[in-house]
């Protein structure tokens, strides 16, 4: 049986104080198995995207244990949980998120210079190769297409060579054709590279691709169907 990269139990979360408090995440408990490209999907306000930054360590749960790559989060500090994340976890944002005074290249090389990285600056020209944008590298953001710029920010979060993958609508700033090729070239990474694919899509075609669906509403799991096979 594959081994669980990805497991949540029991893990609740209460974003604000008082009368704005909002119950986020409400008793998820959920299992991804290494290599399981897995979308998730539900209405806006169901949760989703605060399960993946949950994932990510980038949000701190009220309860439940949290276990990525074999390592509880529960516990670790700010600064534990960032270097576990830039080891372990490549991260692509709807909004691209990335710093619009560095160019491509810099932009791919910053979290591996952070890292230690003893060479980052062939790694994210590699990695930019990689996603095809050999010859925009030295292209600050603001000169690049919305694709182009969703491509550099896949080479960032590939460039650590991390075993997980998470996406937070990845194409839902692009439009259809350019949607399509970003899916493609992240879909075909993942694979490329044996890494756990996890993301949050209004898009029933892209959710459609991944092994397996998991469908939230309201800060519950509706329900997480056996792995199919991708055709």
């Known amino acids: 049986m594959t081994e669980a990269v990805i497991e949540l139990k029991d893990v609740s979360l209460t974003l604000g104080e008082g009368a704005s408090s909002v119950h986020v995440l409400k008793g998820v408990s959920l299992s991804i198995s290494a290599g399981e490209a897995t979308g998730i999907v539900g209405p806006s306000g169901s949760g989703k995207s605060t399960l993946l930054m949950v994932l990510a360590g980038l949000e701190r749960v009220d309860q439940g244990a949290i276990r990525i790559a074999g390592e509880l989060l529960n516990g670790k500090t700010e600064d534990q949980i ?15 998120h990335l710093i619009p005074n560095m160019t491509a290249l810099e932009n791919v090389a910053v979290p591996l210079e952070l890292a230690g ?27 690049l297409s919305g694709g182009e710029q969703q491509r550099v920010a896949i080479a960032r979060a590939l460039a650590p060579s ?19 090729q970003v899916a493609d070239l992240l879909f075909t990474k993942a694979a490329e590279r044996d890494m756990t694919l996890v993301l949050v899509t209004h898009d029933p075609a892209l959710a459609a691709r991944c092994a397996r669906q998991i469908a939230m509403r309201s800060g519950r799991i509706e329900q997480a169907p056996a792995v199919k096979a991708i055709a």
């Open 162 to 180: 991390p075993p997980i993958l998470i996406a937070d609508e990845p194409t839902g700033n692009l439009d259809q054709a350019t949607g399509k």
């Open 117 to 143: 990285h003893p060479d980052p600056f062939a790694v994210a020209e590699r990695e930019l190769a990689a996603v095809g944008l050999s010859d925009r590298v030295t292209h600050y953001p603001g000169e």
């Open 82 to 96: 960032a270097a576990f994340r830039g080891r372990n976890i490549g991260i692509v944002f709807q909004s691209f």
